[in-house]
């Protein structure tokens, strides 16, 4: 028998025939949801449940209530599934909110099955109270955002209720604060989000801020000046000088930012979003200040591209270091405009961090970060302009506050090295005037593994070294600590240049390989044979060639027995170590050379301390300039060393010359590269020349680019060792030289680590 509730849900349904789709029957609604709802929820409900589907499986709706003691109702309406409360718990409390009672209620429609739960919650007094209209709209935007993983379950989302902030425009907040940590502004995140949810009305403002600034419509700047001057009055009467440098900090941000996508349309559900700076004008950056950046927020992954100019090369790269990456890509982009200094434009560099791949099981970590890289270059692109012929075309719905800027070349780095052809992919797609000279070294360019080209360039200058000492290492055999495994392109080429390599240890991220008397011969042809093995590592070196006394380590063992062959090589009495401590020795082994083919800084000048180094994860295993008792040192990879490690090094006897001149072969090459593929882009779209024709040219071209490149790098050290042996009695030529690029403001002798001029006295 029907119940009195349900005959009149009957009637009212009969009314409203758009509810009466939904198919309600006497068996929808259980009996402790018609005791605890009227008939006018129940129809509310359905409205709502006509939303929840497969694409969109949770829907959450805020009701203010007016029964004495609680402030909000919530109803989370899901298909098939009930919300265990360890989920929705940890988002009503990064709104600020306490549940103070939650009840769930199942429900059938439509042959399928529903969940409602409703939870009666304290919290969220704020100014939102003057605005009762916006707070149910927001509230579900922001719970779903959350739940779907479009943004993040922080104490951002207090501001929704603090300060009456929007889901989308949380999100301007998290990616500034964000930033802020990356260059490294003095206070924590949570003490920034504190202090914004303190002065809620200042908080809103310096969103009203960004939004006038960048909103396309909008073409009044008298508006933007006066949120300005509001904040500015404003901040007079806060107290604390910490909350005032916050918020003036920020502002300083909002000001320095040129572009952003937050107005475009979005063809995903990654919510990213990005800004465009003018780094000259950021307060207190750390140095060098870039010409422009990118910095990219999603929840999935952080981002930041620095550009030493308005033309600018040089390659992405998968970072692993969540608290830091603006650092490690500011290094390398110094190390960049080194290199294009002696080729052609200035540097540039990018990173990327992926934030979900620590979870994800290891069949699944590629397509994550391979993902997080399309989202991260279609961000870059969004803010890049075009060219058509000579004309710039801005991008669509962006305010553009800076002067036309439509060079952007990304190339492969550590991580996506594989991702070439996928950026041009995404290139082709925003038909951008580059096209595959977007990426150099996809499908259609020059392989920088197969072709060898950093190692081999790096090569040039570890013979020079030892040329210029009386070796010829082509020819005599010489020993050699490495940093790397075969499977890296720099060291693994590297091991291959010379049959005369006795490599004695080497170490990565997972493995010490120590092979204390190597046969030259058969290591050779076992190193060959897992540089051709896909994905190899350390341990799957055959054990049976490696000498007595030596072996393959894991770097997670709780120690590792030295044999006696262990300790001669490196000159250590006791019989156990850690693998960290086997590392530091093996890096002041007494061997000819150590070559750098990995990732990291392993040697600091002792003067200086690890925090100044910036690279945290090597801070036990590093070890000082005037410790290292190899003769030479050829750096492959980048920033393996800090400046002043290498000062310490050279003024103790060490040969080496920098990084930047040592690798710079793989930007060459790309320089190459892109220089070619857009001088023969004209002639394939006039027709004078064919796709393929073009595809085929530049596969005969490849041994005359890369000699190109190789006496590139071999004239550079030849050039340094002739200007070594004058400089002495050139130092007052280079002093002098040295004020005239400080007076024009190019040079900044502190940030480079050059001598000052009474260092100069001293050593003259």
């Not at 439509?406 to 550590?414: C, G, Q, R």
Request: aromatic content about 8%; hydrophobic content about 35%.
């Amino acid at each position: 028998m029907k119940t009195k509730w349900y005959q009149q849900l009957e009637k009212k349904l009969s009314e409203d025939p758009t509810i009466q789709k939904l198919n309600a029957s006497d068996e929808t609604f259980s009996v402790n949801y018609q005791e605890d709802f009227s008939v006018s929820d129940a129809l509310y409900d359905l409205q709502v449940l006509a939303a929840v589907n497969d694409k969109n499986r949770v829907q959450a709706r805020l009701v203010t209530v007016t029964r004495e003691g609680e402030k909000y109702s919530i109803k989370l309406y899901t298909l098939t599934d009930s919300i265990p409360l360890s989920q929705s718990m940890p988002i009503f409390e990064s709104m600020n909110l306490q549940v103070l009672i939650g009840r769930p209620y199942r429900i059938r429609l439509a042959r399928k099955q529903y969940w409602i739960h409703h939870f009666t919650l304290d919290g969220g007094e704020s100014i939102c109270d003057l605005n009762p209209d916006k707070i149910p709209r927001y509230f579900s935007d922001l719970f779903e955002s959350v739940w779907n993983q479009r943004s993040e379950k922080d104490d951002f989302n207090h501001l929704l209720f603090s300060a009456c902030i929007k889901a989308r425009n949380i999100q301007i907040l998290r990616a500034y604060v964000v930033y802020m940590n990356q260059i490294r502004f003095p206070h924590s995140r949570t003490y920034i989000v504190e202090t914004l949810n303190a002065y809620p009305e200042i908080t809103l403002l310096l969103v009203k801020c960004f939004l006038h600034k960048f909103d396309p419509q909008k073409t009044d700047l008298d508006s933007y000046k006066g949120i300005i001057d509001t904040i500015t009055e404003k901040l007079l009467n806060i107290e604390s000088l910490d909350h005032d440098l916050i918020y003036k900090r920020m502002l300083n941000l909002i000001q320095s930012t040129v572009r952003t996508n937050y107005f475009q349309q979005m063809d995903d559900d990654s919510n990213c979003i990005s800004f465009k700076l003018d780094s000259r004008k950021i307060e207190r950056l750390p140095k060098p200040s870039p010409r422009f950046e990118i910095f990219v927020y999603s929840p999935r992954f952080e981002g930041i591209h620095l550009r030493g100019g308005l033309v600018a090369r040089g390659g992405i790269r998968w970072s692993d270091r969540k608290e830091d990456y603006r650092t490690e890509v500011l290094g390398l982009m110094k190390a960049q405009m080194v290199k294009n200094a002696v080729i052609v434009p200035a540097g540039s560099k990018g990173g990327f961090f992926t934030k979900q791949t620590t979870d994800l099981p290891t069949s699944e970590v590629y397509a994550e970060v391979q993902a997080c890289y399309s989202l991260y270059i279609n961000a870059l692109l969004a803010l890049t302009d075009n060219m058509a012929g000579q004309e710039v075309i801005h991008p669509q719905n962006t305010a553009i506050l800076d002067t036309g800027d439509p060079y952007l070349v990304v190339a492969a780095d550590k991580g996506t090295a594989a991702f070439s052809d996928v950026a041009n992919e995404i290139a082709k797609k925003h038909d951008f005037w580059l096209d595959d000279a977007f990426a150099s070294g996809g499908s259609q360019g020059y392989d920088h593994k197969k072709m060898g080209i950093t190692a081999r360039g790096a090569w040039e200058s570890v013979k020079r070294h030892f040329r210029g000492i009386g070796k010829d290492i082509q020819t005599e055999a010489f020993s050699v600590v490495g940093i790397g495994d075969m499977a890296g392109d720099v060291f693994g080429n590297g091991m291959l240049l010379s049959p005369c390599i006795q490599l004695v240890g080497a170490f990565n991220h997972m493995h010490i390989f120590i092979d204390p008397n190597p046969d030259m011969k058969k290591s050779y042809r076992e190193r060959e044979r897992m540089f051709a093995l896909p994905r190899s590592s350390w341990n799957d070196y055959n054990k049976n060639l490696i000498s007595k006394g030596g072996g393959v380590f894991l770097r997670s063992a709780k120690r590792i027995d030295l044999s006696p062959e262990m300790q001669q090589l490196i000159d250590c009495k006791v019989d156990k170590l850690t693998p960290n401590e086997l590392i530091n020795y093996l890096l002041k082994a007494r061997v000819d050379l150590i070559w750098n083919g990995g990732i990291g800084t392993y040697v600091k000048a002792t003067t200086e301390t690890s925090a100044a180094v910036s690279d945290k994860s090597n801070d036990e295993i590093r070890v000082n300039g005037q410790q290292l008792r190899a003769k030479a040192i050829g750096e492959g990879g980048n920033l393996g060393l800090t400046q002043r490690g290498r000062i310490e090094y050279a003024q103790n006897g060490g040969l080496l010359y920098t990084d930047s001149i040592d690798n710079s072969a793989g930007v060459d090459c790309s320089d190459n590269e892109v220089n070619i593929k857009i001088l023969l882009s004209q002639l394939v779209k006039s027709e004078r020349l064919s796709r393929d024709e073009r595809d085929n040219l530049l596969t005969e071209m490849t041994d005359e680019v890369a000699q190109h490149c190789l006496f590139n790098n071999y004239r550079q050290t030849q050039i340094i060792d002739s200007i070594m042996q004058h400089a002495a009695r050139n130092m007052h030529q280079h002093a002098r030289f040295m004020r005239h690029l400080e007076r024009d403001g190019i040079l900044n002798r502190k940030l480079e680590n050059l001598p000052g001029d009474e260092q100069i006295v001293e050593r003259i």
